[in-house]
């Protein structure tokens, strides 16, 4: 068979499970993730050959990273392609799996292998399907350690703010009691300076109510002395009567009368001593509440 160069128009039906789909352009061969061993017609064959016997097809299988297979397969309406495009040859279902492909003359393909295409496309869109499985459990997978980490970081972030939000209360519940503790403490110390204030204003009045008893207690023991200073001074010129003027007694009776005298004169001698014992330390004392 000779085989013809198609140009950039040439529209391509591909065999998938046996049966003929198409026409579709380079590009959309390029999406179908066809292989070299796939049966591809165009118009101007004789017959069905191989992808890889097409020159312009081949750059297709050189790529190293297949692109992604669509999920559903073209739709195209064959009505229309066909009143634009020619009609590809029968493709019969055999056994044999090269048949008479890439013979030049006319005959009718007897034995293709439709098992073995089955099998070829088959296992292409197997191969396109367990890749986007598996992207898509890489993706899952991603997208739950993302979640992960965003769970734990959000747990340690709450923790830290509930943790923040303790010490505060811990913080202000001790500057409470600190303030609360303060104001106990300037109450007290303003108590302690009026129980102060009233102490010595207390013992200031029961200084000068002690000074005015003195100061009594003074005045009548110096009138008492004056007296008792007179007193002796009269014993003690009637003393010098009794000695001096002789009247009608007897000498025991002078004797016992200047005895008499003499115990009245130390008498009031004892007293004046005693009040000015008394005057001294009532003086003593009103000197000791004076400072």
Known sequence: M?????????????????????????????????????????????????????????????KIT????PKSEPNVDSSSSSSTFGTPP???????????????????????????????VGSSFSDSKKKIKSESFISIRKKWYI???????????YGYWIEQQE?????????QQEQALQEHQSKIAAQELANKKRLEEEEASRKAQRLQE??????????ELDEAEVYLQDAKF???????FQLLRTQSEKRNQVQNQLRIIADW????????????????????LSY
Do not use: C
């Open 2 to 62: 000779e085989n013809q160069i198609p140009s950039k128009n040439l529209k391509f039906f591909l065999i998938v499970n046996g049966d003929s789909q198409g026409p579709y352009s380079i590009d959309e061969l390029k999406n179908l993730n066809i292989k070299s061993v796939d049966w591809i017609w165009h118009e101007g064959l004789d017959n069905w050959i191989q992808a890889g016997e097409i020159e312009e097809l081949k750059s297709i299988f050189h």
């Open 66 to 69: 297949p692109p992604p297979f």
């Open 90 to 120: 029968d493709f019969k279902k055999g056994n044999d799996p090269v048949g008479n492909f890439g013979s030049s003359n006319n005959e009718n393909i007897k034995n293709p292998t439709p098992n073995y295409v089955k099998n070829t």
């Open 147 to 157: 979640g992960a980490i965003v769970t734990v970081l959000a747990i340690l972030i």
């Open 167 to 175: 010490n505060e209360k811990v913080r202000f519940a001790l500057l």
């Open 214 to 223: 003195l100061q009594a207690q003074l005045n009548t023991l110096n009138y």
């Open 238 to 244: 009637k003393l010098s009567d009794i000695q001096q």
């Open 269 to 288: 001698e004892k007293e004046i001593q005693r009040l000015k014992v008394d005057i001294r330390n009532i003086k003593v004392e009103m000197s000791n």
